[in-house]
Each structure stands twice: as structure tokens, then as C-alpha cells.
């Protein structure tokens, strides 16, 4: 497992990571959210031991991470960081004999990768000849041809069609089925919701929510959308109820406090609503991962 406990950074007067504290359990995706500065790239690499910490410190099984554990992290660093110039499966290659594979071995696991990502015909094409999309596969290629025990992954789906996506997803679930831990950065909120099993939102450097997807819709506020026949603008008249918006015949509703008040409140709009006309509809609106990502990082 790996555990980060505290983590700081500063640059200067900034405070880029500001005692960041998390897990990232055997075999679970976990996805770092947060905006541009947030400081994900920053923990990053202090995780992969490229920026030395301020103050904090990286634990993998319990143990203080060191030299020989990060050989045996999977890395995609931000400014991914393979030769231009070189061809594409030379380097995997490279990359694989550096992480204790033998020549055949890495060669066998870099050409099934190239192949699983589409490009089976590249293998001795120069990265640079290569799309964007599509060096971005074999940055993905050299974060994983280690057999890594840990990944690290800065934004691995940034540029990627669906297709390309698809294939990264199928790969990062067979790590975590095989019990590594995967933290991966992005901004693509879907994928996110879709793929992790739990997700740490930074924001200037703190860690203002984590958990699962369904433990932060627990926190986030639930409204209720209200359709009526006519116009719902007569819902601001009424006493007690926290009006979000309306829009003709559609109002959302924050009819929060507890449960108790929150389902009076619902009784009372119900009431209100039929003896003004129709009520189309009435119910819970399940706030998405981008409402709650708003809500969290203003
Ligand atoms: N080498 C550096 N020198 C000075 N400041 C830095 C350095 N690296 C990062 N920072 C600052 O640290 C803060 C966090 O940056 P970081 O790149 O970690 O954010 P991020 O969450 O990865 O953002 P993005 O989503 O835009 O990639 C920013 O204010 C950034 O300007």
C-alpha cells in the first residue's frame, strides 16, 4: 500500500502541497483530482522521489520509500520524458532492461504492448514521427513494462481518443486486478467517476475531500427538481423553501436540514404543487462528480 503522510512542498513563499495525507490500497484505482495548481503533479513527483519533500514523507508497505522500492514504481511523468529521436520499441526495450527484464523478455512485453495499443506497425518508427495521441500510448507502454508493483500516472488519458482510452482502461484494470495500487491524475471527470474506486480532490494544496464517488455524493447537497404543468414560479412564495432556480415549469429545490425537515419540506411543495395543477414530476437530483467537484474546491 501506499501512504502519503503530510507531504509539503514549497517553492519559495508558494506552498504548492500543503500536508497532504492519503492511501492508495492494494488494487485500487484512485483518482487525483483538482484544477490547474492544485499541486497533483508536485505530490506526484515527490511520490517517484524526483522533488525532495519540504516536509512529509511516502510510505510503501509501511516502510519509507526508497531507491530500490521507486525502481519498481510505474511512472508517467508529466513532461513524459522519452526520446524523440529514438525508436519507439528500442526504448521500451531500454526501459524494460533498466527495470530487471532480460532483452527477450522486454522485447516480448513491449511489442504486445505496442500491439495492444494499435501499433504493431510503429515498433522502429521514431517516437517524433508518431502522432500526439499515440506517443502518448507509448509513454503509457514505458510506465508499465517494469511489471511495476506501484503506478503513478500524471494525466495518462490527456489526448487519447475513446478507443485508445478503452485500451489504457483494460490495462490499468489489469494491474489492479493483480493487486497494484494506481493513483492517476485527470481532469476528465467521467472517466474518473467512472474508473476509481475512490478519489482525492486537492485544491491549493490541500485535501479538501476524499473517498469514494458515492461517499462524496453522500456529502454533496441533494436537490430536488420540481415539474409542474403551469409555470413553478410560485414556489418562491412559499415560506421556508430554499429556491435554487426556476425555469418555467421546472423549479430546483434545496429542501435540506435533516431528514425529518427535508421530507416535511418535500410534503409541503407536494401539497402546494397539486392544489395549484398537475405535478409532473418530483424528485432527488443526484448531485454528478462535477457538481461536487465545484462544490468543493470554490
Ligand atoms: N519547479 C517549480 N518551481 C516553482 N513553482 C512550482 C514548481 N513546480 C510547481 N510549482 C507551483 O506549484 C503549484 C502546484 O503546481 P502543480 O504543477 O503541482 O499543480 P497541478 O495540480 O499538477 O496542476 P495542473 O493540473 O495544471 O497540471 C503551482 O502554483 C505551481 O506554479
Known sequence: MLRIDGLTRHFGDTVAVDGVTF??????????????????????RMIMGVLQPTAGRVLWNGHEA????????????EERGLYPKQPVLDQLIYLGRLQGRTTVDAR???????????????????????????????????????????????EPFSG??????????????????????????????DLVERLCDQLVV????????????????????????????????WVRDLPGIHVVDVDGPTALLDLGGTPDAGAAATDVVLREAMARGS????????????????EVTV
Request: aromatic residues 4%.
Open 108 to 154: 516480448r512485453v513491449a511489442t504486445d504492448l505496442l500491439d495492444r495499443f494499435g501499433l504493431g506497425e510503429r515498433l522502429t518508427d521514431k517516437l517524433e514521427s508518431l502522432s500526439l495521441g499515440n506517443q502518448q500510448r507509448v509513454q503509457i507502454a514505458a510506465a508499465v513494462i517494469g511489471g511495476p508493483e506501484l503506478l503513478v500516472l500524471d
Open 202 to 233: 486537492l485544491s491549493r494544496g490541500n485535501v479538501v475531500a476524499q473517498g469514494t464517488v458515492e461517499d462524496l455524493r453522500r456529502r454533496g447537497r441533494v436537490l430536488h427538481r420540481l415539474v409542474v404543468g403551469g409555470d413553478a414560479g
Open 23 to 44: 492511501d492508495v490500497p492494494r488494487g485500487t484505482m484512485t483518482g487525483f483530482v483538482g484544477g490547474n495548481g492544485a499541486g497533483k503533479t508536485t505530490t506526484m
Open 66 to 77: 526508497g531507491v530500490a522500492d521507486r525502481r519498481r514504481f510505474g511512472y508517467m511523468p
Open 279 to 294: 405535478v409532473r414530476e418530483l424528485a432527488e437530483v443526484v448531485p454528478t462528480l462535477s457538481d461536487i467537484y465545484r
Open 160 to 189: 487519447l481518443d475513446p478507443v485508445a482510452v478503452d485500451s489504457m482502461v483494460d490495462l490499468l484494470r489489469e494491474h489492479t486486478t493483480r493487486g497494484v495500487p494506481v493513483l492517476f491524475s485527470s481532469h476528465q471527470l
